[in-house]
């Protein structure tokens, strides 16, 4: 996992020299060697770039997501997706385990407080009021759930949402997938003029097998004149102003907040079928933001 950091690799390092003489000193070795290549790997990834937020999701197993980090939204309304989850603040839906925060879409007949009855659960969680940023590098190291009907998704949203609405406060959907398209993942911005069904997008089919298989790091950099798009450090897409239809704005430049979801349903997946097996997970190893030097 790319979540070990370099304080854990100096701890390994401190336990290794401890061991030296023990039977276990090539095992210990090897983790050292692992780690201190990921640590200079990710180092070198990001020489242009200053971390200024992100969450490491190494809580005690079973515990929420860091509140001071991010809010959970609830409700079962459809989102103005028709999409058909009830999404939930329960532990069963969203929690940290194995370093991973864990976005789980269950099949369960759930009524919420507000009287709504779903037949699919699942979690939303977002920075807004927590964390905003305007410009930078927003990166997360994700493995998606699969199949007919799920719609995992890392994006962002304007934090001027509440006095302009959508889509004038702007959306950069970092990563979507929708589960009848295992392969492909889609970079898309929205904006006036250019929004719902008619978004600035491009697809990223990966090289082999189905975006699920595996975790991948999904990107964005954002600059005043460009957003530009990326899966495991291959740039795919590149938008500017110019790009846009005519008459229409480019809304992204002011401080968005990140979200993180497990949609089930919707206008654009679909409804989950037979083959559609649940629970499903979304594991997101690390959320990474960071500023230009």
């Given at each position: 996992?790319f ?6 690799f ?20 090897a ?13 070198t ?5 200053v971390l200024?937020?992100?969450?490491e999701?190494d ?6 997501p860091?509140a001071?980090k ?5 409700g079962?309304?459809g ?6 989850e009830y999404?939930?603040?329960r532990?069963?839906n969203s929690?940290v385990e194995k370093g ?9 007949k759930f009524t919420?407080p507000?009287?709504?009855t779903r037949d699919y ?7 807004e009021?927590?964390?905003?940023q305007k410009y ?5 190291r994700?493995?998606?759930p ?5 719609w995992p998704?890392?994006?962002m ?7 302009v609405?959508?889509?004038?406060c702007g959306?950069i959907d970092?990563?979507e ?7 492909r993942?889609?970079?898309s911005l929205?904006g006036?003029?250019?929004s719902?069904?008619?978004?600035l997008?491009a ?5 082999n097998?189905?975006?699920?298989d595996?975790f991948?790091?999904f ?5 005043p004149?460009a957003i530009r ?6 740039l795919?897409?590149?938008r ?9 704005r480019w809304p992204?430049?002011h401080p968005f907040?990140l ?14 079928d037979?083959s559609?097996?649940?629970?499903q ?13």
């Amino acid at each position: 996992m790319f979540a070990w950091k370099a304080g854990r690799f100096r701890t390994l390092n401190s336990l290794a020299v401890l061991l030296v003489c023990g039977s276990g000193i090539a095992g210990i070795f090897a983790v050292v060697a692992k780690t201190s290549a990921s640590t200079a790997h990710t180092h070198t990834a990001n020489t242009n770039w200053v971390l200024t937020w992100g969450d490491e999701f190494d809580g005690p197993d079973g515990s929420a997501p860091d509140a001071r980090k991010w809010t959970t939204e609830t409700g079962g309304g459809g989102w103005g997706n028709k999409e058909l989850e009830y999404y939930t603040a329960r532990r069963e839906n969203s929690r940290v385990e194995k370093g991973n925060l864990v976005i789980e879409a269950l099949q369960e007949k759930f009524t919420g407080p507000d009287g709504v009855t779903r037949d699919y659960t699942s979690a939303r969680l977002k920075t807004e009021k927590l964390f905003t940023q305007k410009y930078g590098k927003f990166e997360a190291r994700i493995r998606i759930p699969r199949g007919q009907g799920m719609w995992p998704a890392f994006w962002m949203l304007g934090d001027n949402i509440s006095t302009v609405g959508w889509p004038a406060c702007g959306e950069i959907d970092i990563m979507e997938n929708v589960g009848s398209e295992p392969t492909r993942i889609l970079g898309s911005l929205h904006g006036p003029g250019f929004s719902g069904a008619n978004p600035l997008h491009a697809p990223y089919v990966v090289p082999n097998g189905s975006v699920a298989d595996d975790f991948h790091v999904f990107a964005v950099e954002w600059e005043p004149q460009a957003i530009r798009f990326y899966v495991d450090g291959h740039l795919y897409e590149t938008r500017t102003p110019a790009d846009i239809p005519p008459n229409a704005r480019w809304p992204f430049d002011h401080p968005f907040f990140l979200i993180l979801n497990v949609a089930v349903g919707g206008n654009w997946p679909g409804s989950p079928d037979a083959s559609t097996k649940f629970p499903q997970q979304m594991l997101v190893d690390y959320v990474r933001v960071y500023s230009r030097k």
